[in-house]
């Protein structure tokens, strides 16, 4: 019941995108609320993350009777060439459709429903070509090096209750299944600093592949700019079936401390105990630890810039641990103009032909997008990005003796404000 009335309330409120009103309603107050509490909401990202709460809000929004239903979809046509003797070349299709409805109840509480899709599954199980991207497996028999994976098609869909304890004070209950837990900066995908990119962090299973979790439940409490927050979720990452709901597991744990100093500012500090999330190493737990600064800043005349700063740490049962840093920028010098870069660097068991060597690699991206507006709400738009890798001496004769680059060439859509 719930994957039917959160699938066709996002299909819905993706509809009223074409509305030409996007207050309309009923007579009702539209609630501007966050759907953990009483704050802006703008702060709210992926799951139950926080951004700063000057983020642009990027979601249609229309009023129907009591529930305020919000859309938004982002669609990227891919051209990615990878250098090398492990690099290849694909076109494909990612991006998300999100969409939620939104009511208030009595007794100062509220209840948010959330949706999201993906296209990924539709690349093949094999994903596309990313050198130094490793996690996850295409045939549940091998693993995915150099290729990010794809994201199952349901994404997201869950249910949170919010109750107002006063002005600045709130508690929470989020279930999704799929959800994310209380761990790590908001989904790539979700950061202001990074969503433009089409191109996934190779930090990505350091800070946030919890993001698609088959079974979760994350209890909150929420004063003024601070959020303490535990889940209780599935460990294991999801299977190369992308098309399924999962069974949930709820064998792992997950604490997050977040505080939003200012409207430019979002911190977080989490902790994980994963219980097995690797298919192909189903003996091996893992903790994680996980901190991160997102920074955003709105400038006159529809200019504004983004940040993000992460660092995440996998300490396996077995072998050594590893860390991973990202630092992310992206920066709007004109309403239909976008600039992006980002800088990584990982410590990584995945990429050699030895499980117990560990091997420090890193990349730099940066690329451009030029979006053309066709309606309001409607834009598409067209981008390119270059990137540099990075990799230790030990590497470099299977990558053909050097450091290869990449490329990606996009056509962008986007529906939402």
Not at 172 to 200: D, K
Not at 211 to 231: D, M, N, Q
Request: no cysteine; hydrophobic share 40%; aromatic share 10%.
């Amino acid at each position: 019941m719930l994957v039917g009335l959160m699938v066709t309330s996002s299909l819905l409120s993706l509809a009223l995108l074409a509305s030409t009103d996007p207050h309309a309603g009923h007579g009702m107050a539209m609630p501007m609320t966050g759907a953990l509490g009483n704050y802006p909401m703008a702060r709210d990202a992926s799951g139950t993350s926080w951004q700063p709460d000057s983020t642009p809000h990027a979601m249609g929004h229309a009023m129907r009777g009591a529930w305020m239903l919000m859309g938004h979809t982002l669609l990227n046509g891919v051209y990615s060439w990878q250098e090398g003797p492990r690099g290849d070349e694909k076109v494909f299709l990612a991006g998300m459709v999100m969409g939620s409805a939104r009511r208030d109840l009595e007794g100062d509480n509220s209840l948010t429903l959330r949706g999201m899709l993906s296209p990924d599954p539709f690349m093949g199980k094999r994903g596309y070509p990313l050198l130094l991207a490793a996690g996850e497996t295409a045939d549940g028999a091998t693993p995915l090096v150099d290729r990010q994976h794809p994201h199952d098609l349901f994404m997201e869909l869950s249910a949170t209750w919010a109750h107002q304890l006063g002005e600045s004070r709130s508690l929470f209950l989020y279930a999704g299944l799929p959800g994310e837990p209380a761990f790590g900066p908001p989904a790539f995908m979700h950061r202001p600093a990074a969503m433009t990119s089409p191109e996934a962090p190779i930090t990505h299973h350091w800070l946030d592949s919890t993001h698609i979790t088959f079974g979760v439940l994350t209890a909150g409490w929420v004063r003024g700019r601070w959020k303490l927050e535990a889940s209780q979720f599935t460990g294991r990452e999801p299977d190369e079936d992308r098309y399924d709901i999962e069974r949930p597991r709820m064998d792992s744990t997950a604490f997050r401390a977040s505080w939003n100093p200012g409207d430019n500012w979002s911190l977080q500090a989490s902790w994980a105990d994963v219980e097995s999330p690797e298919q192909l190493e189903p003996e091996v737990d893992e903790d994680r630890l996980s901190a991160s600064a997102l920074y955003g800043r709105a400038l006159e005349g529809g200019r504004s810039w983004s940040a993000t700063l992460a660092f995440g740490r996998k300490e396996p049962t077995e072998g050594d641990p590893a860390n991973a840093w990202a630092l992310e920028a992206a920066f709007v010098p004109a309403i239909n103009w976008q600039f992006f870069a980002r800088a990584e660097w990982v410590e990584t068991h995945e990429l050699g032909d030895e499980d117990d060597v560990v091997h420090e690699v890193g990349k730099v991206s940066f690329g451009a997008l030029r979006t053309f507006p066709v309606t309001a709400r409607v834009s598409l738009g067209l981008g390119a990005l270059y990137t540099v890798n990075e990799v230790d001496r030990e590497l470099r004769p299977s990558y053909g003796g050097g450091n290869p680059n990449g490329a990606m060439v996009f056509l962008q859509f986007f529906a939402g404000t």
